[in-house]
Nanobody
Framework: VQLQASGGGLVQAGGSLRLSCAASGSIARVNQMGWYRQAPGKERELVIL???????NTADSVKGRFTMSSDNAKKTVSLQMNNLRPEDTGVYYC????????????????WGPGTQVTVSS
């Protein structure tokens, strides 16, 4: 299972960016898929996560500004980030919790390589 993310970059405060992530490999089904981020000197934290049942877990700090769309059939997610703030700066990681199709299905967590988002004040 591999995750390939795109997007990110440098933007001024108040601006917008869009991140996309595509999962590839022998994926039977997706349990969870979304984004985490890690600011310099801080722990990795949840940004937003979509679950198979359609529910979403969103960090309070991004509610009302970030939205995620997903296509389970295509195994892709996109993160639209609006009204960005300097504190949104960090490396954003795509994450997926999937069942891998094999002789016997097994569950696996996968992380993308990370994409830098920098918001200037």
């Amino acid at each position: 299972v591999q995750l390939q993310a795109s997007g990110g970059g440098l933007v001024q405060a108040g601006g917008s960016l869009r991140l996309s992530c595509a999962a590839s490999g022998s994926i039977a089904r997706v349990n969870q898929m979304g984004w985490y981020r890690q600011a310099p000197g801080k722990e990795r934290e949840l940004v937003i996560l979509n679950f198979r049942d359609g529910s979403t877990n969103t960090a309070d700090s991004v509610k009302g500004r970030f939205t995620m769309s997903s296509d389970n059939a295509k195994k892709t997610v996109s993160l639209q980030m609006n009204n960005l703030r300097p504190e949104d700066t960090g490396v954003y990681y795509c994450y997926a919790d999937v069942w891998v199709a094999d002789a016997v299905e097994y569950r696996r967590n996968a992380w993308g390589p990370g994409t830098q988002v920098t918001v200037s004040s």
